[in-house]
């Protein structure tokens, strides 16, 4: 599967994102010093959390702004999407999937 798309919502000082597309053969990340490249990045590392990588931690990791909706328990830490990937079906996974699901998109979110 390629990953094509993230989405990051309610992590650090990312509200919402937006969703963005991840391309091809792409290794790079760019922007100035502050431009909240980390705080997209290390949620979506999340979406297959390498050993030795802390988990999302709510009091840690939800915006600040945003608090006040776990204190009053509006918001159930358990439920929170921070992240959204969307993988697509590469040629490769049809050796062990199923052709009918050749064009399908699977969606992760933790």
Request: aromatic content about 8%.
């Amino acid at each position: 599967m390629r990953f094509v798309q993230a989405r990051v919502k309610r992590y650090r000082s990312v509200v919402d994102s937006g969703p963005f597309e991840v391309q091809d053969n792409k290794t790079i990340f760019v922007g100035p010093n502050e431009a909240r490249k980390s705080p997209l990045l290390q949620p979506v590392q999340q979406l297959n959390r390498p050993d030795g990588v802390k988990a999302f931690d709510p009091l840690r990791d939800y915006p600040r702004s945003m608090c006040n909706e776990i204190a009053i328990r509006e918001v159930n830490t358990k439920n929170i999407e921070v992240v959204t990937g969307r993988f697509k079906i590469e040629k490769q996974d049809l050796e062990v999937i199923p052709p009918k699901f050749a064009d399908c998109t699977y969606v992760l979110t933790r």
